[in-house]
């Protein structure tokens, strides 16, 4: 089956006063695609999401979200659309059900939605819990259980696992890549390097509003992979480092042939190594 484009800009720019963040972005995400966008604090990642989303409006260049007009997407439009950005927007005073229970009347659908999200994102049993009680990977996770209730087309993930500890980050991992099984198309914004490997199918690294490289993680390590090396570690404990081609492959074979090898590695780089090499700039 043919595969639908949910999101689609064309020269995207954006200027606040003389200040530049955003030059020339072109990106098409599909359903069931998860789309990174990658890029160090400032670098223009969530103002990209507010102008997908229209709450700001580029200067030049057009974008298309599920077939409308970025700077008039209708009621029903939104209704196809859910959020976690930096603001979690929840209230604090209010149990999670009560906090879900206002969405279901925003969005015409049933209370009985409220089980199944808060039982998904792993909630059932903090469902009279004030939110100011909860930690914040429960908030983050009831924000996105907020974000899924009405079963949306698009997702925007505004770095979604940020500060979180590696257990919670691991299940909204879990919990993304559940959403893109269902067709849903995630907009995902990080400066998690690894995140992004793990989940993406294709990313865009953003430089000072600039996308300057984009692609399938690994495709995009293997391009910059200058060194082409092959590292072994022997149940010996020797470390050898070989050249990756047919040099090498006598040497390699005879270690296999002996049983001495404990692992191997080639030498691509990860994608804050590419993004290093490109910049010269150091996630921060």
Known sequence: MEQKNRIVTDHIAMSFQDNVVLQDINVKIEEG??????????A?????????TGQLKQIS??????????RSITREGYAKIGMV?????????LTCWDNLALFTEIYGISKDRIKVVLNKVGLEDAT????????????????LARAIMHEPEILFL??????LDPATASYIHQLILEEK??????FLTTH???EATKLCDNVALLNKGQIVEYGYPKNICRKYNFQNKIQLLLKNGESHTLTNDSSSAELIGNYFKNNAVESIHSSEPNLETVFMEITGRRFE
Not at 36 to 42: A, E, H, I, K, Y
Not at 181 to 186: E, M, P, S
């Open 192 to 194: 998690n390097m690894e």
């Open 85 to 93: 950005l930096d603001n979690t927007g929840l209230y604090d005073r």
């Open 61 to 70: 260049g057009t974008a298309q979200v599920l077939g409308m007009d970025n």
């Open 33 to 42: 695609e998860i789309f990174g966008l990658l890029g160090p604090s400032g």
């Open 158 to 163: 505004d770095e979604p696992t940020s500060g």
């Open 44 to 52: 223009g990642k969530t103002t990209l999401i507010k102008i997908l």
């Open 181 to 186: 099984g269902k067709g849903t198309a995630i």
């Open 128 to 143: 009279k819990r004030s939110v100011h009680k909860l930690s914040k990977g429960m908030k983050q996770r009831l924000a």
